[in-house]
């Protein structure tokens, strides 16, 4: 009896080791002054208030999303604008009074983020930005009416995400737009060009906890960004956002197999600019056809990440692909 409680009790100091481990790494780091350089946010600072006033639109669990919403064409195709990590819908401003004359365009602040979220930064769980997509989608499509959601930067990793999950039969096409596909794919760049810091050990000790089915700590910060202080300051800083829960991150992004989910898309547009400072434009094409034969890639000449967005080639390019869902 001695020899097998003795056997028990080993057995549970070794199941304890990783937890212990995994309990030390999340310790060992935590979020610290909000990080300097990254992207170049200057253009996004200089944009105006919105002239267009988001309506609360219900999801499943009754928090109501804020989404921007702008009248197409008749039999137009419903297109979802995507905000990139740490921004809000006000990032569209110029682009979706552009393509609502090819579309409903809808303008969502994810959960989490916007000017006044219930909880900046963090979600309930890690797929319930998927959860509020498929929501949104079921809330705004008229019968028979095409899908077709676009996102910049993790906006577009969203979308691949989505592509890759339950709700991938409710889109019909995609358009990236310099999407984040993981931190050590080929197109990445180190830390996004400066702009993404994540807690490294804290991101490990938390996964091994989700390894085990223990989510109790999915709500602490696992990633900071270097939004500039001018922004933070001026008048669109109350829509900024520069940290992330770990759930949050987790679900911003394609899943760990990206290319699983790339190879799910259904036929999309991809563009990058040529002086993209957090992805390596090129590299997309090369990485994306290895999985997917449904992608056409255009890149923007003279054009840095954020600058993406407003760049003329970038609006004609969705204009002539929403065209097709007509």
């Known amino acids: 009896m001695s ?4 056997l028990g009790k080993i057995a549970l100091v070794i199941a304890a080791v990783p937890l212990v481990i995994a309990l030390g790494l999340i310790a060992s780091q935590r979020p610290g002054a909000l990080p300097t350089g990254g992207l170049d946010f200057s253009a996004e600072a200089a944009k105006g208030a919105d002239d267009v006033t988001a309506t609360p639109v219900a999801m499943r669990d009754g928090w109501a999303m804020p989404v921007r919403l702008l009248a197409g ?3 137009a195709p419903l297109l979802i604008l995507i905000h990139g990590s740490g921004w809000y819908g006000h990032q569209f401003a ?3 009074p552009v ?3 090819g579309a409903d365009v809808a303008i ?7 000017t ?12 319930q930005m998927e959860d509020d997509l498929a929501d949104l989608i079921t809330a705004l499509r008229k019968p028979g009416q095409k899908v077709v959601l676009a996102g910049h930067s993790s906006g577009g990793g969203l979308v691949v995400r989505f592509a890759g999950g339950t709700h991938r039969a409710m889109m019909d096409g995609a358009v990236l737009l310099a999407p984040y596909l993981a931190y050590d794919a080929p197109v990445t760049r180190t830390q996004s060009g400066g702009w993404a810091h994540p807690l490294t050990r804290r991101i490990i000790g938390l996964s091994m906890l989700n390894g085990v089915g223990i989510r109790a700590l999915d709500h602490l910060t696992a990633i900071q960004f270097a939004m500039p202080r001018a922004v933070l300051d001026g008048p669109l800083g109350q829509g900024a956002t520069t940290a992330y829960s770990w759930r949050l991150n987790r679900g911003f992004a394609p899943r760990r197999d990206y290319t699983a989910d790339v190879a799910a898309l259904p036929p999309f547009l991809l563009l990058a600019g040529t002086k993209d400072e957090a992805f ?3 590299g997309y094409a090369p990485l994306m056809t290895g999985v997917t034969a449904k992608g056409r890639y255009v890149m923007v000449p003279d054009t840095d990440h954020l600058g993406l967005v407003d760049a003329p080639q970038t609006a004609a390019e969705i204009g002539a692909y929403l065209a097709t869902f007509r």
Request: overall charge negative; aromatic content about 6%; hydrophobic content about 40%.
């Open 73 to 75: 064409p008749e039999n």
């Open 3 to 6: 020899l097998i409680w003795t």
């Open 94 to 96: 110029r682009l979706g």
């Open 116 to 127: 006044a979220p219930a909880r900046r930064g963090d979600v309930d769980y890690v797929g």
């Open 99 to 101: 393509l609502a004359a």
């Open 108 to 114: 969502p602040d994810l959960r989490g983020h916007g």
């Open 280 to 282: 390596v434009a090129e």
